[in-house]
């Protein structure tokens, strides 16, 4: 079956950094295009970035435009979310997504696998 499995995350201090993994199986990675979302206690799940199958399309919410950096090696079926200048406004659990769509790359919905997530604390 798919498995998406994250690592990665953990305390931090502001201004500090972070980098998360999500190890793909199941499916054929190449074929999928890849999102990072985050979900803060007592908030919904929003979009952070999303990268497309071939990695050369990237994409980002406003709220971590210039510090974060998706990408996505298909040899190792792994995809990256290099977290960077973190504030206490990251802290959230983080998630990985599969979609095979071309389209809706910030909708959730649009998703088609996801990971059990990874929490990101950052303390001020």
């Known amino acids: 079956q798919v498995q998406l499995v994250e690592s990665g995350g953990g305390l931090v201090q502001t201004g500090g950094s972070l980098r998360l993994s999500c190890a793909a199986s199941?499916?054929?990675?190449?074929?999928?295009?890849m999102g990072w979302f985050r979900q803060a206690p007592g908030k919904e799940r929003d979009f952070v970035a999303a990268?497309?199958?071939?990695?050369?399309?990237?994409d980002y919410a406003d709220s971590v435009k210039g510090r974060f950096t998706i990408s996505r090696d298909n040899a190792e079926n792994t995809v990256y979310l290099q977290m960077n200048n973190l504030n206490t406004d990251d802290t959230a659990v983080y998630y990985c997504?599969?979609?095979?769509?071309?389209?809706?790359?910030?909708?959730?919905?649009?998703?088609?696998?996801w990971g059990q997530g990874a929490q990101v604390t950052v303390s001020s």
């Open positions: 997504a599969a979609r095979v769509s071309s389209y809706g790359g910030r909708w959730a919905t649009r998703y088609d696998y």
């Open positions: 990268i497309h199958k071939s990695g050369g399309n990237t």
């Open positions: 199941g499916l054929i990675f190449s074929y999928y295009n």
